[in-house]
């Protein structure tokens, strides 16, 4: 029997969405199914013109069975009519962008957020006629003036990398709406246990599944969920055309992980604000940003929009260079690496002059405003499912 997913929780819905026990073994966890070809008992069109949510398996890159179960476990998790997921986050990114936007759209876009997605915006999609404005989506009025006549999308990153602005979901809602416009919303940092967009009015919610939802730093993954008539392209054309379909694999052990989503957020959550809290009281450190502290210039707006704080902590030292020396040298707990959400702490420094000068090319108040919070750059810590008085030891240690 078939779970009826109405009304049940979300612990229940990250268990059993998706899945149901094998028709042919009685399994009850899903088998994976690997096989990149299926067989057909009647003539199927290849077309990616002619897929319907009925269409039977024909080949991995259209869909697949354990791809389809992590789809429909995201779906229910987000509140959506239908997922698609992608080999990574930015194939879900550029999936977003280039299979729904044309020649003279208008994109507006956070100003600092997740690197990737910041290049493909100033430098791929001006090469195909697309132009895109830059603001700081935390300021709704800031983003009332970038709009125009041609704004087919605004793009949002909430909690954004790696300053942790959070953007107003409802308002950049209203916003795009009576513009046109859609409105694109990467909740990677908060996943959908701390925020449903698509509930706010998002019309797409995109996910780097390689941080949290996975969980363990062993996968890559991404995905977008909305109303079928805006996920049907990007299945066409993102997997279809452009190839960006996740492993069966992959998306299996970030099946696997998301059964334990509710119980890892909440648990990153608990570490992160002892961690935050201490770091808050440390005589070297400048600055601490953590949408769960009340010193957090958003700190109202999170607690309206957010159910979780997430385990995201951005801070700042007064030397930041010699910190990162020493923390790639002497950090025993926490790894020194990018990336974020795994069950193991990480921290990474963001240099500032790095990540202006690659992709986000900020200047005179923009850039301003950036060095006011940032200085010459702040750690991103990724808070871990370690003990907190482990990783506070080990920062303790190396901060001195
Ligand atoms: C990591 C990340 C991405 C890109 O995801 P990949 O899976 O690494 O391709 C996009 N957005 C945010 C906010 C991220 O943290």
């Not at 970038?146 to 999308?153: E, S």
């Not at 062993?218 to 995905?223: K, N, Q, T, W």
Request: charged fraction near 20%; proline fraction near 5%.
């Amino acid at each position: 029997m078939s779970i009826h997913l109405t009304g049940k929780g979300p612990q229940t819905i990250a268990i059993h969405a998706g899945e149901s026990p094998e028709k042919q073994n009685q399994a009850s966890a899903p088998n994976i199914c690997m096989s990149s070809t299926f067989v057909v008992d009647a003539p199927i069109s290849f077309s990616a013109k002619n897929i319907e949510a009925d269409t039977p398996m024909i080949y991995t890159r259209w869909g697949n069975p354990t791809i389809g179960q992590l789809e429909a476990k995201l779906a229910a998790l987000e509140n959506a009519e239908s997922c698609v997921a992608f080999g990574s986050g930015m194939a879900a990114a550029s999936a977003i962008l280039l299979s729904l936007l044309s020649q003279g759209d208008h994109v507006v876009m956070s100003n600092t957020n997740y690197p990737g997605t910041a290049e493909v915006a100033r430098d791929t999609l001006p090469r195909f006629g697309i132009e895109a404005t830059t603001v700081d989506t935390s300021v709704l009025d800031d983003v009332r003036a970038a709009v125009q006549p041609n704004t087919r999308m605004i793009w949002t990153e909430t909690p954004s990398n790696p300053l942790l602005r959070i953007a107003d979901i409802a308002g950049l809602a209203e916003l795009a709406h009576q513009n046109g416009a859609i409105l694109v919303v990467d909740a990677t940092f908060a996943t959908p246990v701390a925020t449903t967009p698509l509930d706010l009015g998002a019309d797409l919610v995109m996910h780097s599944l390689t941080k949290y939802i996975g969980g363990h730093g062993d996968a890559l993954g991404g995905s977008v969920a909305g109303r079928r008539e805006l996920t049907a392209p990007l299945r066409g054309e993102g997997l279809i055309h452009y190839g960006g379909i996740i492993s069966p694999f992959n998306a299996w052990l970030i099946m696997r992980g998301m059964a334990t989503l509710p119980l890892r957020m909440r648990a990153h959550q608990e570490n992160a604000l002892k961690v935050a809290e201490y770091l808050e009281t440390h005589p070297r450190v400048v600055r601490v940003l953590y949408p769960g502290l009340p010193t957090h210039p958003q700190h109202e707006l999170a607690r309206r929009q957010m159910k979780n704080f997430s385990g995201m902590i951005s801070f700042v030292t007064e030397q930041p260079h010699a910190d990162a020396a020493r923390m790639m040298k002497e950090l025993e707990v926490i790894h020194y690496a990018v990336s974020l959400g795994h069950h193991r702490s990480l921290i990474y420094l963001m240099e500032t002059r790095d990540l202006i000068g690659s992709s986000y090319r900020l200047d005179g108040d923009e850039l301003r405003k950036y060095e006011d919070i940032a200085g010459e750059g702040l750690f991103r810590l990724s808070v871990g499912l370690e003990d907190a008085d482990d990783l506070i030891a080990d920062l303790g240690r190396v901060l001195g």
